[in-house]
């Protein structure tokens, strides 16, 4: 069982930068692959970055490669999102997600477990 407690959401003017956290709890962290997801008014839920147990790969979407970093750090149970020149189109509340095949997957029903969502807004 995990737990994940995303935080670092909030207003930020386009082209401005944040940090995503999610903070894991559970004693296998480091045996899931751990994804960003994210979700607009209206909209599905759409995958953004993916990385692997160890770390060493990662995957994004289209829409947000060479702006957005995936990264973590097993030892204090962390998943980050670097979102760097964000647009308006960023707009959603975004999701940290974990699946227990530890394979990076693009499906958000592949993943078993979710946090609460933080809020992203980019004005323009």
């Known amino acids: 069982q995990v737990q994940l407690v995303e935080s670092g959401g909030g207003l930020v003017q386009a082209g401005g930068s944040l940090r995503l956290s999610c903070a894991a709890s559970g004693r296998s962290f480091s045996r899931y692959a751990m994804g960003w997801f994210r979700q607009a008014p209206g909209k599905e839920r759409e995958f953004v970055a993916a990385i692997s147990p160890s770390g060493g790969s990662t995957w994004y979407a289209d829409s947000v490669k060479g702006r957005f970093t995936i990264s973590r750090d097993n030892a204090d149970h962390m998943v980050y999102l670097q979102m760097n020149s964000l647009k308006p189109e960023d707009t959603a509340v975004y999701y940290c997600?974990?699946?227990?095949?530890?394979?990076?997957?693009?499906?958000?029903?592949?993943?078993?477990?979710w946090g609460q969502g933080t809020q992203v807004t980019v004005s323009s």
């Open positions: 997600a974990a699946n227990r095949m530890g394979v990076i997957l693009g499906s958000a029903s592949r993943y078993d477990y």
